[in-house]
């Protein structure tokens, strides 16, 4: 019995919320290559009805980690989007052919991130970014699809990314795609696992505080994907979903499924009116 209690404090006191100060610096800007202006605070939209600002998870980064995502050079994410440059121009599959082939270049694609996931309208949909990609590789180019988080896919959606930087997240949540959408947010605010705990637990109800080592962000998806430095890589936003969904103790979702797909579409709307940063350095 004493070794349960024990346990059982253990467990809250990894739970446990510490106050802390929201921002590492309220005043900071994000401002990339001294030329790309980031919208890292704007009003939230007319959905969210529990909050009134939403805010890039780079003010919740100390200015260490800040600093890297201010130039190219520092971010080390970038060294993976110049790896897909070059898988861009490169000719795969059975056709011959390569995106280079029907989009001159990425600069060409400049604005796609920021309106993913959307509906498809041929398709009957709602599709992300890497549906789309995986799409022109199989029916387009005649290739094997990419795994959906695997670093082929990571590093062109990053590419894509990049070529958008600063424009205004703007991902439409009406018409067709608004079932999708309300199961996504039926998702965010569903309590999961052994520790009950919901996204908006973290992301909504306690932004801004410490839980353990780590200072809690809204939660906010412009920035994906990531370079995070816990394990030196990019990362998906549904790789970061199911490591979310399995520290609540739960059986998590695969990338790429229905679940997935809808809570990306509804986090996603959070952040419309914020900046596309990706890929972006955080923790």
Known sequence: MKALALKGVAAVTALSFVAASALADENANLVVNGEIDMTIRAPAPDHMENMSEVMSGWLFRSSETQ???????????????DDAREVFASE?????????????????????????????????????????????????????????????????????????????????????????WEMGRDLYYSRTGQLELSCANCHEDNYGNMIRADHLSQGQINGFPVYRLKNAKLNAVHS??????????????????????????YVASRGNGLSVEGPSVRN
Not at 100 to 110: K, N, R, T
Not at 246 to 264: H, K, N, V
Request: aromatic share 6%; with cysteine; charged share 20%.
């Open 240 to 265: 970061r979903f199911k490591g979310c969904v399995r520290d609540t103790r739960a059986q998590t979702y695969s990338p790429g499924s229905p679940e997935f797909i809808a809570l990306e579409l």
């Open 92 to 180: 795969s599959g059975s056709g011959g052919e390569s995106c280079a082939s029907c989009h001159d270049s990425p600069e060409a694609l400049a604005g796609v991130r920021a309106v993913y996931p959307k509906w498809d309208e041929e398709h009957g949909e709602v599709q992300t970014l890497e549906m789309q990609i995986n799409e022109c590789v199989t029916e387009r180019m005649g290739g094997e699809p990419w795994k959906y988080t695997g670093g082929t896919m990571v590093n062109m959606t990053a590419l894509l990314a990049s070529v958008s930087r600063g424009m205004a997240v703007n991902v439409a949540i009406d018409g067709p795609a608004q079932s999708t």
């Open 67 to 81: 600093a890297l995502q201010l130039d190219d050079f520092e971010n080390p994410g970038m060294i993976w989007v």
